[in-house]
């Protein structure tokens, strides 16, 4: 028989080469002038809310996030010319580690309205928690019991396990369920995210 994977998603990851310094400084800057989103309230953890992405200390990621946008737009899903992608909205996340105060785990969730979403990890220790992908239908997970699976493969994998560290940025569909564990490392974990859409 002939096998097609149907329906396939994407993930990509690169390490790339941005100046941390600068987007450390800016984080540490709109924390601290109170900027935040008013939506998402943390014990041990803070996050920006969306932010001024032409900001002199975001134009390296911004730029390098820019060509990949074009590299996914003709690699993977092979658009026609006159498509153009906008970056919709970016924003910070800093979550301290578990050690120093005890925080829930991120639930499950997807980036609504958004086609790509990108994270790129300005600070990112072993041991900061890691990206958790998982399918949207649960319908595999429970049928095929993971025992059952010898050598995970595109067919029967139930969950996808990144492991972040400083420099890496990843992209995915924002339609793609995901959640990041604790943080159990001894430093801030420090992340920039963006969505992009279809304009």
């Known amino acids: 028989m002939y096998i097609t994977p149907l329906f ?3 993930f ?11 987007l450390l400084q800016h984080a540490n800057d709109l924390e601290t002038s109170g900027v935040s989103a008013d939506n998402h ?33 003709e690699n993977v899903y092979s658009l ?15 979550t301290s580690p578990e050690m120093l105060e005890p925080i829930a785990t991120s639930e ?5 309205g958004s086609f790509i979403s990108f994270v790129y990890y300005v600070r ?14 649960t319908s595999l997970q429970l049928s095929l019991p993971n025992d059952y699976i010898k050598e995970s493969n595109t067919f029967n994998c139930t969950q996808y396990t990144v492991m972040p560290t400083t420099g890496l940025l990843i992209a995915f569909p924002s339609w793609s ?8 490392s001894q430093t ?8 992009v859409t279809l304009n």
């Open 8 to 10: 396939s998603n994407f």
């Open 12 to 22: 990509a990851r690169e390490e790339v080469d941005i100046d941390n310094h600068n």
């Open 41 to 73: 309230k943390f014990k041990s953890g803070w996050q920006s809310g969306y932010i001024d992405l032409k900001h002199n200390n975001l134009t390296g990621i911004m730029s390098c996030i820019q060509e990949r946008i074009q590299r996914i737009k």
């Open 80 to 94: 026609n010319d006159n498509v153009e992608f906008e970056i919709l909205s970016g924003w910070f996340n800093r």
């Open 108 to 112: 499950p969730h997807i980036h609504p």
């Open 124 to 137: 990112a220790d072993p041991h900061a928690g890691n990206l958790i992908m998982i399918p949207n239908d």
């Open 177 to 184: 369920r995901h959640y990041v564990e604790s943080n159990n």
């Open 188 to 195: 801030d974990r420090i992340s920039f995210a963006v969505n």
